[in-house]
């Protein structure tokens, strides 16, 4: 996420899934409009406070973070009064009552939050992942991978990706490969996001040549 301290008119981030627990790299991206954070490492609403200086920020995904704590009104109530003019908040739209209660029932965060020993969840992530790829089922990887892909797709508005389009390789992917895979499809999806009407028909021939010649092969 560091990353970010030099991408300052970037537009549209998603991290979801990533270990992330610090926001300060974000408060200079002045043009950012979109931010997936779901099902990271943030542990307190006071890392909104780097989200406040952004004039553009309309969509906030940041569910299933531990932030979110155990009142869903609470959690919601103290985002919108920090972030008055978000338009949809874990993909929800906002309504004007939600913002004046939000008024009543949020808490309002004037301070950053304390510095952590690890920055940026690295440790924690990285460790996660290593004691759970020898535990979890190849089963459970596939399941896991198809559904990060569709929550990012959810995030673009796209059709979902279908199990039997992994089924294929599932056996033989290790939790590496699989992530990588998800990575890698989930990047694709949001850049052609970005492309023109003509950019995305290089794309369909291309992909067309792809297809065709897979079916060659596979005769």
């Known amino acids: 996420i560091s990353i970010c301290r030099d991408l300052p008119n970037i537009e549209v981030i998603t991290f979801s899934v990533n270990g992330i627990s610090d926001l300060e790299p974000l408060h200079q991206c002045q043009n ?8 990271n490492n943030i542990t307190s609403l006071d890392e909104l ?10 969509v906030l995904w940041l569910a299933e973070n531990p932030c979110c704590g155990p009142d869903p009104h609470r959690y919601r109530m103290t985002v919108l009064r920090n972030l008055p003019s978000l338009q949809k908040l874990d993909n929800q739209a906002v309504t004007e009552e939600e913002l004046s209660q939000a008024l009543v029932d949020g808490v309002e965060i004037t301070a950053p939050p304390a510095r952590r020993s ?7 992530s990285t460790a996660s992942s290593a004691t759970g790829s020898t535990t979890e089922p190849e089963s459970e990887l596939l399941s896991c991978s198809l559904e990060e892909t569709n929550k990012t797709q959810e995030e673009l508005d796209m059709k979902p990706v279908r199990r039997d389009k992994y089924s294929s390789f599932a056996p033989q992917e290790t939790d590496c490969s699989c992530k990588k895979r998800n990575n890698v499809l989930s990047a694709i999806l949001l850049l052609m996001k970005e492309l023109d009407a003509e950019e995305l028909e290089i ?3 291309t992909v067309a040549r792809r297809l065709q010649k897979k079916e060659l092969q596979e005769e």
Do not use: A, C, D
Not at 118 to 124: A, D, I, L
């Open 32 to 39: 950012l409009s979109e931010l997936y954070l779901r099902k």
């Open 49 to 58: 406070f780097y989200l406040k200086t952004l004039p553009r920020l309309r």
């Open 118 to 124: 690890v920055e940026n969840g690295w440790s924690e």
């Open 203 to 205: 794309i369909q021939q």
